[in-house]
């Protein structure tokens, strides 16, 4: 089953203690939480992925600004989501179905999981894609 929001998180930023729940729903959406070794691994072509198949969005988890633990991973991040939300824009879709959230290991685990949810619960409001399934997919079925 493909989720319909993924959680791309950087296991760096993770407070410790934190038992996050890999999987959920939120008015019948399912959300996905992946760890990723840092936000900096995420590619444009992935994040798109989400979204061609007429998924809501997507968020990925950054440390904050200048405390990258691996040099500039949540700067690159952020410029390819910024990228993502741009060409959205460009296409007459809501920039806000991709999302960045800072988050640091100092913080604590339920205002880090709170925050998650917060996000999550904007991009599910904005529902599926409009488009459904992409066409192409749809073909070489």
Not at 6 to 12: F, G
Not at 18 to 44: E, F, Y
Not at 111 to 116: G, K, P, V, Y
């Amino acid at each position: 089953m493909r989720p319909d929001v993924i959680v791309y998180v950087c296991h760096n930023c993770v407070p410790p203690g934190t038992r996050m729940m890999r999987q959920w729903r939120l008015n019948g959406a399912l959300v996905q939480v992946r760890q990723i070794p840092c936000s900096g691994k995420t590619d444009i072509q992935y994040l798109f992925h989400v979204l061609e198949g007429g998924g809501y969005g997507f968020c990925v988890v950054t440390c904050p600004s200048g405390e990258c633990h691996l040099a500039q991973g949540n700067y690159r991040a952020r410029i390819r989501v910024q990228t993502v939300q741009r060409l959205l824009g460009e296409i007459g879709l809501e920039p806000e179905r991709a999302q960045v959230l800072e988050s640091s290991p100092r913080e604590c685990p339920e205002s880090f999981e709170q925050s998650i949810h917060a996000v999550v619960e904007r991009i599910c409001g904005l529902g599926p894609m409009p488009f459904g399934v992409n066409p192409l997919q749809e073909a070489i079925r």
